[in-house]
């Protein structure tokens, strides 16, 4: 009996110590993002973490709708651009477990209608952009308002151009390269539209409610706004079409969406183990240079730790750096370095700037999405960062 009593009085005081970092981890997020809304660039922030034992804290700060004064909250969807691309890769790798997909196998098997004057491309090239295939040549064609009523329609904006090296032989980051493999899918799917595959596959199976195809014509609850600063100015964005890059950066989503897709691949079951291994595995080129990707997701904070080493040696003996400056890539060295198998992906869009995390080891995730253009106030990696470990 005495013993059952000492447990309990343990149980009972490593509750209430948790309960007490819940709270002090929530009052440094709340006050991490209510500093970063206050610059004049910044219209609204929303944020989620999530942990196997805290399960998700999320919520919005600033406005999602500055006109008519619209507070951001958790359930805003947000553009969350290149982020769809591990989205698309979740549901990639569901269809290889069912047999549908070979990333060995030549793009023409399944997309005939991709020229044959371009050297062979790979799903393997394609998803760790190996692939060659261009990135936007001009801000024109990255503000497109041009409705393309297919994926195969969408792939005339690039596939009769030259690729830029062969194959499998260098890294060049492409969102195009996802639109081709979206053709892929529908292909292998038996032409079901690349929209009702990411529902069956991704959506529905992880109940992400609150995640959309980011089309003009539909009532959307919740929406954002979009905006950009720009000549000190902070703007509505122009409207623009996301049609021809579903798959590599058009969906609305919200944070908490965002991170319940990360803690997915925890363990298995959305997907197997074998999946989770290869999504997770570092793509190496032939020369033995490493890409720092997987299938779709970056791997580890490697080149940003090197970057951030890098400028605080140079600051040394140019003082271009403040003290507080140093002293906050310091901490931001020390988070990563706490958690070395991470894997992320960010995102820019129109009107929209995402980060999301996933540290593999220690199992929690957090997403930070804007409603403005990318801009250097309130950067979303350094936010992430601070918000894991906050709660870490």
Excluded at 142 to 163: C, G, P, Q, R, W
Excluded at 240 to 249: C, E, L, M, P, R
Excluded at 306 to 315: I, R, T, V
Aim: some cysteine; overall charge negative; glycine content about 6%.
């Amino acid at each position: 009996m005495k013993k059952s009593i000492i447990l309990l009085s343990i149980l009972m005081c490593i509750c209430s110590l948790k309960a007490v970092a819940d709270h002090d981890a929530r009052r440094q997020v709340n006050a991490l993002f209510r500093d970063a809304v206050k610059a004049e660039s910044i219209p609204g922030i929303s944020v989620a973490v999530a942990d196997n034992h805290i399960g998700i804290w999320a919520r919005g700060f600033g406005y999602a709708d500055l006109e008519n004064r619209i507070p951001m909250t958790a359930r805003t969807k947000l553009r969350i651009g290149s982020i769809a691309k591990v989205f698309t890769a979740g549901a990639l790798m569901r269809l290889y477990e069912e047999g549908k997909i070979d990333f060995n196998a030549e793009i023409t098997e399944a997309v005939p209608q991709w020229p044959a004057k371009h050297a062979a491309i790979t799903l393997s090239d394609l998803v760790s952009h190996t692939s060659g295939i261009r990135y936007y040549l001009s801000w024109d064609e990255f503000y497109s308002n041009v409705e393309y009523v297919s994926t195969l329609d969408a792939l005339s904006i690039f596939k009769d151009d030259d690729l830029l090296f062969t194959p499998g032989t260098q890294k060049a980051y492409t969102t195009y390269g996802w639109t081709l493999i979206a053709a892929a899918m529908e292909s292998v799917m038996n032409g079901k539209n690349f929209k009702q595959i990411m529902e069956d596959q991704v959506f529905i199976p992880l109940n992400m409610l609150d995640t959309h195809f980011d089309d003009n014509g539909p009532i959307i609850a919740h929406r954002q706004r979009a905006y950009s600063y720009i000549d000190g100015e902070l703007m509505n964005s122009p409207e623009v079409n996301s049609s021809y890059k579903y798959a590599g950066g058009g969906l609305l989503s919200t944070p908490s969406d965002v991170v319940t897709f990360a803690m997915a691949h925890i363990d298995e079951g959305f997907l197997t183990s074998n999946s989770l291994s290869m999504l997770f595995e570092e793509k190496i080129l032939p020369d033995n240079t490493h890409t720092g990707i997987g299938i779709g997701w970056f791997i580890g904070f490697e080149s940003r730790l090197a970057a951030m080493k890098g400028q605080l040696n140079e600051s040394q003996s140019t003082e271009d750096l403040t003290k507080p400056e140093r002293k906050a890539i310091r901490k931001l060295i020390r988070i990563m370095e706490q958690h070395p198998h991470s894997v992320m992906h960010s995102g820019g869009s129109v009107g929209g700037e995402s980060m999301l995390i996933l540290c593999l080891e220690h199992q929690h995730a957090v997403a930070v999405v804007k409603n403005v253009d990318p801009g250097p106030e309130a950067d979303t990696f350094s936010l992430a960062l601070r918000s894991l470990d906050a709660f870490y």
